[in-house]
């Protein structure tokens, strides 16, 4: 005869049984230490399998989990199996094909650097940003803040833009950025960092602080912080540490 279990006695044998599975289980560790990285399954997607047209500049991802690929032919969107060509509403367009930059923000819009100006993708509607128009958007950053800041480069004068709540505020007009700013980065301090012509910008917090580099003619590369809490500055020929 089946006899229905109390509710007390139900909770009790389960807790038994889970501490015994506990018990018995090893510890998972996220990599084991000794299995070489060739011995884990992965996969490839590549250009000549028909991937991709063309070389990958970017990649970012949106809050609804996919990959947003940049290239030199347009943009992809990437669900973890396929690639599909991204198209733009019927009657609108990016300002190139030539993707340069990407970055996904919090609230879901992606944000679309191209080789001759800014544009944005969210809700299926494309945000166009005129006063970028003509630059080349090398690095975009969403700040701890929320805020989007474009780094803009340009034959003649480069741009920093700042972009909140649909307010765009650029600078740069007067020539401090040289040609341009390349990269952005936001240290552990909240610092904004741009990566210029001119040299290495602290931009906020308090007004904006300009450390020339030793060789002004080459590019800014990339920023990075060091575990010490210093500025790596990567150039054609090296690194060059801020500190203090």
Partial sequence: MFVPMKTADRQRRAAIVLGLILAWCPCVLALVPALDVSQYAHASWKISEGFSEGIIRSIAQTADGYLWLGTEFGLLRFDGVRAVPWEPP??????????????????????????????????????????????????????????IWVAGWATSTGRLCSIQNGNIQCYGEDGRFGSGVTPL????????????????????????????????????????????????????????????
């Fill in 90 to 147: 019927l009657g609108q367009h990016l300002p190139s094909g030539d993707i340069r930059s990407l970055q996904g923000a919090r609230g879901g819009r992606l944000w679309i650097g191209t080789i001759s100006g800014l544009a944005s993708w969210k809700d299926r509607e494309l945000t166009h940003y005129p006063e970028l128009d003509g630059q080349t958007i090398e690095a975009l950053l969403e700040d701890r803040e929320g805020t």
């Fill in 185 to 244: 980065y936001e240290d552990r301090g909240g610092n904004l960092w741009a990566g210029a012509m001119t040299g290495v910008w602290r931009w906020k917090p308090g007004p904006p602080k300009l450390y020339p580099m030793p060789n002004r003619a080459q590019r800014i590369q990339a920023l990075l912080e060091s575990d010490d809490g210093a500025l790596l500055i990567a150039q054609h020929t090296g690194i060059t540490k801020l500190r203090n």
